[in-house]
């Protein structure tokens, strides 16, 4: 348990959380574990005044953390990416980890960057998204 680690990699819109998360799983041969895929495989996705709920968040969190607990034990490695909007979720999460050692690394990027990425996206969520986000 002492050699492994997690790493929890959140910013905004288009910053390049899912890009440099993936590249760190790979040189780290470490478990990717992604936020907003768990958010929409388990349905999880509840609106609140034009953003999902912290609520949400907390309860994507159940399941990462289970499944990261299963990783670290074993001795892998675990990145985790998200927009992480809530202090209070990255600090549930990192609770949940607490027997392993993890750093978050925020990306930041100028709003106009975020929206310039968000148009040549599949899924455009448009400047109002962008901006919300």
């Avoid at 968040?57 to 001795?75: C, D, H, R, T, W």
């Avoid at 978050?104 to 901006?131: M, N, Q, W």
Wanted: glycine share 6%; with cysteine; proline share 2%.
């Amino acid at each position: 348990m002492a050699q492994t680690f997690y790493v929890i990699v959140r910013g905004p819109l288009g910053a390049g959380k899912t890009t440099v998360s993936k590249e760190l799983s790979r040189r780290y041969n470490a478990a990717h574990i992604s936020i907003d895929e768990i958010l929409e495989k388990f349905n999880l996705e509840e609106w609140e005044h034009d953003h999902i709920s912290e609520t949400s968040f907390l309860s994507a969190n159940e399941i990462a953390v289970k499944e990261a607990k299963e990783y670290l034990y074993s001795g892998k490695p675990v990145i985790f990416d998200g927009n992480f909007y809530f202090r209070r979720v990255v600090v549930d999460l990192t609770n949940g980890l607490s027997k392993f050692r993890g750093v978050v690394i925020t990306l930041t990027l100028p709003l106009a960057e975020c929206i310039r990425r968000d148009a040549s996206r599949s899924l455009v969520l448009g400047e109002e998204g962008t901006r919300m986000v």
